[in-house]
């Protein structure tokens, strides 16, 4: 396998401006590397990796991942931001391999790691980008960290109560019900859990586990768009036992955000909440000389 991906053409063009450079890579991806500031004064020594949300490109809903790369890039953090295969700019995938995921984020390190001498990688997405993300923190014991939004959840009896309990007070919302009861016909119409790709509960539960024993770093932030499967800071140490308890685990309910960050105020809080948590849990003062001279 890593002969394959040594195999696989790299090019670069000029960087921009702000120290930004676009890349082709691997099976006919494109990606764009963010080198730490002049300002920030040091390169840190972990990058992080964005995956695509949805059927998003590379730039994320309402450039939410540029704004992210570069706020952490000032923080000094090398990003990078790619298009997964039939996504963006990057090419359809010739064949439908299960482990394409999996090989495409590898190069994705590969590529980091040549331009920049970087190994230990924080994988981050929003919605199927953050569950693209926990399956490969599974994978690959390069990966060090992930930052889950509106990522992996069950509902738990907790859920329910919460979710329910408001409804049986309101006659509209009754109505509401039977109405799509109707239109349903009994029958099981897909839901929007149907469309992400989580694992099963046992599965997560075992997979979060093993992440805290190797000290991986989770930042799950969950908003108002994950309304139909979390509501609470707390169901995902209901849902998936004591691990979800751990140091290494930070959670947060952000309920006046919607799914997307697509408020002003909200993206502020999301890239001040991103640059505190990697600077908190992979930051350091001391600049890397070698790594800083690289070109």
């Known amino acids: 396998m890593n002969a394959e991906i040594r195999q696989w053409p790299v090019t670069r063009r000029h960087r921009n401006a702000q120290g930004e450079s676009a890349h082709r890579f691997g099976p006919g991806l494109v990606g764009v590397l963010h080198r730490p ?19 998003t490109g590379r730039a994320g809903p309402y450039r939410e991942y540029v704004m992210m790369a570069r706020a952490l ?34 190069a994705a390190m590969t590529l980091v790691g040549a331009e920049t001498g970087l190994m230990r990688f924080v994988m981050g997405g929003l919605c199927s ?13 390069r990966i060090v960290g992930t930052i889950l939004l509106d990522g992996i959840g069950y509902r738990t009896p907790q859920f329910w109560l919460r979710h329910v309990a408001p409804r049986l007070l309101s006659p509209r919302r009754w109505v509401s019900l039977l109405a799509r009861l109707r239109a349903r016909g009994g ?3 897909p ?8 694992p099963e ?23 108002s768009g994950s309304y139909y499967y979390v509501n609470h800071a707390g169901q995902l140490a209901g849902a998936l036992g004591p691990a979800a308890r751990a140091r290494q685990v930070s959670v947060e309910f952000w309920r006046d955000c919607d799914h997307t960050f697509y408020l002003r105020r909200d993206r502020s809080r999301l890239l001040a909440r991103t640059v505190a948590w990697m600077r908190d849990n992979f930051g350091t003062d001391e600049a890397s000389p070698r790594l800083a001279a690289m070109p």
Do not use: K
């Open 37 to 55: 500031c002049h300002e920030a004064g040091h390169v840190q020594p972990v990058a992080v990796i964005l995956l695509n949300a949805g059927l």
């Open 187 to 189: 029958g099981g119409a």
């Open 129 to 141: 980008g953050a569950d693209d993300a926990f399956h490969l923190a599974g994978d690959d014991p």
């Open 73 to 106: 890039a000032r923080a000094g953090f090398t990003v990078f931001r790619y298009d997964q295969s039939g996504l963006g700019d990057s090419l359809a995938p010739m064949q439908q391999a299960g482990d394409r995921r999996q090989r495409e984020a590898r």
């Open 201 to 223: 509960q046992a599965h997560a539960r075992s997979q979060l586990r093993a992440l805290v024993d190797r000290d991986v770093r989770l930042l799950c932030i969950y908003t």
């Open 191 to 198: 839901t929007l859990l149907d469309y992400r790709d989580f």
